[in-house]
């Protein structure tokens, strides 16, 4: 079927948006999540958020699933620049007091894993797990659009409650956006101001692969 512009994709999609899913497995489903989650996205592009949010609501057949659908709406209206607006739809989500409570309850689960193998609970912190991976979508972008706001405190602070690998990432891609936006000494002086040295060394990772990029660029312009 031909898809056309993307308001013929959302108007042929919110017929069928709201059926429950046709396949009953865990791979369809994800598939299923994932297709809703690209709609929901061009919604957003289209100017139709408030209506992306509502058809999310409507999905009853996938309330375990919501989340991230609410983060993919998030993560488009902060790509945008609407930070508040994507802070307000992750709320649906998740809001910082349960995100914050979740973490807690993460890291006791991890302490108790370590001293004893307990199934229930490793059940109990999987699912936990998935909801820090359903919502990293929203939480990375906001991140980002703080920092082409110049808002690097809130930036920082969305970085530094991630888990090492993910909050390393981050401050790569923080690093890399400065570059571009403010200049190198600038990125060099927020990068140094980064306590702990994982943290300062992944920045400048993000520093010299901009500085390369647009290097490479201005080779080919030649």
């Not at 409507?58 to 309330?63: A, E, M, Q, T």
């Not at 894993?113 to 979508?137: F, G, I, M, V």
Request: with cysteine.
């Amino acid at each position: 079927m031909p898809w056309g512009s993307p308001e013929n994709q959302i108007s042929e999609w919110n017929r069928e948006l709201i059926r429950p899913s046709l396949e009953n497995s865990d791979n369809g489903t994800e598939t299923y999540v994932h297709a809703l989650s690209e709609i929901v996205t061009q919604m957003v592009r289209a100017n139709r958020t408030k209506e992306a949010r509502e058809t999310v609501a409507l999905l009853d057949g996938l309330k375990a699933h919501r989340a991230p659908l609410y983060s993919a709406i998030a993560a488009a209206q902060a790509d945008a620049g609407d930070v508040q607006g994507a802070r307000v739809t992750l709320s649906y989500a998740e809001t910082d007091e349960q995100r914050a409570a979740r973490r807690k309850e993460m890291t006791r689960l991890v302490d108790l894993l370590k001293q004893r193998q307990d199934s229930e609970e490793l059940r109990q912190l999987r699912a936990l797990q998935t909801r820090e991976y359903d919502t990293l979508p929203a939480l990375e972008a906001i991140a980002l659009a703080w920092t082409r706001k110049g808002s690097l405190t809130e930036a920082s602070n969305i970085a530094n409650d991630l888990d090492f690998h993910k909050r390393c990432d981050l401050y790569e891609e923080i690093a890399n956006m400065l570059v571009v936006s403010v200049g190198k000494s600038e990125a060099l002086r927020w990068a140094r101001t980064l306590s702990a040295p994982s943290d300062k060394a992944y920045a400048l990772v993000g520093i010299a692969s901009a500085i390369f990029s647009s290097e490479q660029r201005n080779e080919t312009t030649k």
